[in-house]
């Protein structure tokens, strides 16, 4: 009876959290626990999403990301602390292995307590870069704010992030409304490298944004790290196993007093917002949709079923994912996919401008085809194509290889065989009417030779008469 | 196409022999000037050769001459459409034509193993056991050939 009750109640409680599509299991490193209270809005919203939330020292015996070999949490948020390194339970090569087994990593850091090289070391190992100076943020003389940095325009005021590219989804634009203002106080910039396509940065700095080391004593930077938009604020890795890795570069930003705070954005630019009114930051809802999508809550996309059958002039088999098809045949694909949203698998529909695709691949793509969406479920849209298989035999894939900035990474591969035509699958010869002539060839030949053999059995073979004559002439 | 082709190769030969007399009438006379005295025209020649065929031939190796020049007809027939209309389907095509083909090369065989001036060279082979194979290979021939057309 008591086991019934704790199935009953637990099957309650995961149905009333919300929780991340994969797990609840986070892991908070910081240095201090006394230290929880400057963030308590943040964690009280992470904890009112269903994560169940460990807090660790680095320095504790306790923290390790593995156990016994698997993933002890889902989720790991390293918020800054003193100490110059991590320990031996968070080296790169653990955070490293983490990611590699499906973990999320939320790093954030601070122009205040400069970053443990051994995270430098990672970030490097993932192409972003922090300026070399320890103790370098981000300054911008024409969008701070004027109540709480009116000296040092170290508090940075950004708008609400746009999509990367038009055919991007934006996670990250809250209402959508516009006038969001996000306040980024000191913090430290990350270049990102060219080479790694696996990085997208959510939050770019301002065009008159740049690095700069307070503890110069030039009045002007001489050579600094970066600036403008090459500079990063908020950056994401997503791997190819779609763990996901974001680094905040001012853990500042989730605090409790940016949630709460007003700011009053400096004059920029030519003008701009010289008559700007004492507004509060979107900092609460924008570090929830940085925290949510980091850690699997949006921008999950799942395959459901597949399903590919032969549909010869619009008759539907009845034998779903057949092994093997015959060039030519005209073949139906359908793949059902699911988006996660927060706390739902809703269905899922790509960007305007962009699209699924199927291709049809030996080696290389024959056909690459847009999948239309035909169906919707309540959780699920089910994208549909059809087409006629290419005139080659062999071994081919259906492959559905979709990977998209912020979109977790989709392939999905069928193999099938691609046989030619049996003996007796060509059309007949007295079909094609081309063939016409060369039937009649054959006709007549075989009349002709009817005809002879007749004559020849019928005729009595005549003696030679050898005259002299003919012998002359030969 | 054998009667032909006999009657055709003296032509030309006794055309140039015609030629080459004419141009050397007044150099040293050679062999074919001499042979040519006869003072035959090419028309004469071809007669001669056909009367003669007709003589000389037995009414059978007859026979098969003329199956074997209706079979260069339909051949050449085939072949003037595959140029000038395409090959599609090609299958069809090569099973007709080779057909044709494979029928003329058939029915030569029989003509050289029923001739009675071959006799020294298919002693052992009567006109009745060369006939049985032309029939076997025949039919054969034409089960690829409809086979292959589909």
């Known amino acids: ?474 | 196409m054998a009667p032909k082709r006999t009657a055709r190769e003296p032509t030309p030969s006794a055309a140039t022999t015609q030629a080459s007399s004419t141009a050397s009438v007044p150099a040293i006379p050679t062999k074919a000037s001499l042979k040519a005295k006869d003072n035959q025209s090419p028309q004469e020649v071809a007669l001669g050769i056909w009367q003669n065929y007709l003589d000389t031939t037995p009414q059978r190796t007859k026979l098969i001459d003329v199956f074997m020049s209706f079979l260069v007809v339909v051949g050449v027939l085939q072949f003037v459409y595959c140029v000038v209309a395409g090959n599609y389907p090609f299958n069809a095509f090569l099973s007709g034509f080779s057909s044709t083909v494979g029928q003329f090369v058939l029915t030569a065989s029989l003509r050289i193993q029923t001739n009675g001036e071959n006799k020294a060279d298919f002693g052992e082979l009567s006109p009745e056991r060369a006939f049985a194979d032309f029939v076997f290979g025949s039919l054969i021939l034409h089960l690829f050939c409809i086979n292959f057309i589909n």
Do not use: C
């Open chain 1, 1 to 474: 009876m008591r086991w019934l009750l704790s199935f009953l109640l637990l099957g309650l409680l995961s149905v009333v959290q919300a929780v991340s599509s994969s797990g609840n299991k986070l892991l908070v490193v910081l240095e201090d626990l006394a230290e929880k209270s400057k963030y308590s809005k943040y964690i009280a919203d992470l904890e009112g999403r269903g994560f169940s939330i460990n807090y660790e020292s680095p320095k504790s015996d306790k923290v390790a990301l593995f156990e016994l070999g698997e993933r002890a949490y889902d989720h790991v948020l390293l918020l800054p602390t003193k100490a110059k390194g991590l320990g031996p339970a968070l080296t790169p090569k653990l955070l490293l292995d983490f990611i590699n087994a499906g973990g999320n990593i939320l790093l954030t850091l601070s122009s205040s307590n400069p970053t443990p090289t051994s995270l430098v070391s990672l970030l490097l190992e993932l192409d972003i870069h922090l300026p070399t100076d320890r103790n370098a943020l981000v300054v911008d003389h024409f969008n701070y704010d004027t109540l709480s940095a009116a000296e040092k325009h170290d508090v940075v005021l950004v708008p609400r992030p746009d999509a990367i590219r038009p055919d991007v989804k934006n996670f990250f634009r809250g209402d959508g409304k516009g006038g969001d203002v996000i306040a980024f106080p000191r913090g430290v910039p990350q270049e990102l490298g060219n080479t790694s396509p696996l990085l997208t940065p959510i939050l770019r700095a301002p065009r008159t944004a740049y690095s700069y080391n307070p503890k110069d004593e030039g009045e002007a930077a001489e050579d600094p790290f970066g600036a403008g938009p090459q500079l990063s604020l908020i950056t994401t890795m997503q791997a190819r196993n779609s763990a996901r890795f974001t680094v905040i570069g001012s853990a500042e930003l989730l605090e409790d007093a940016w949630f709460d705070a007003k700011v009053k954005r400096s004059v920029g630019l030519g003008g701009v917002g010289t008559d700007a009114k004492s507004v509060k930051t979107a900092n609460q809802a924008f570090a929830a949709e940085v925290t949510g999508w980091t850690f699997n809550e949006i921008g999950v996309l799942k395959v459901g079923k597949i399903e590919h059958y032969l549909n010869e002039a619009g008759v539907k088999s009845n034998i779903t994912n057949p092994k093997i098809y015959r060039v030519k045949n005209d073949v139906t694909y359908e793949i059902e996919i699911s988006e996660y949203s927060w706390d739902k698998w809703v269905p899922f529909t790509p960007q305007a401008g962009d699209v699924v695709q199927l291709e049809f691949s030996m080696l290389s793509p024959f056909h690459r085809l847009p999948l239309t969406p035909t169906t919707t479920t309540k959780n699920s849209t089910i994208y549909t194509t059809s087409f006629r298989l290419p005139d080659q035999h062999g071994i081919f894939n259906f492959k559905v290889n979709h990977k998209r900035p912020f979109l977790s990474n989709l392939e999905e591969k069928n193999t099938v065989t691609v046989r030619h035509f049996a003996h007796d699958e060509w059309p007949r010869s007295w079909v094609i009417s081309g063939a016409w002539p060369w039937i009649a060839g054959i006709g007549a030949t075989i009349t002709g030779w009817v005809a002879f053999v007749a004559l020849w059995l019928w005729s009595k073979p005549v003696p030679l008469k050898l005259t002299t004559s003919g012998k002359k002439i030969q």
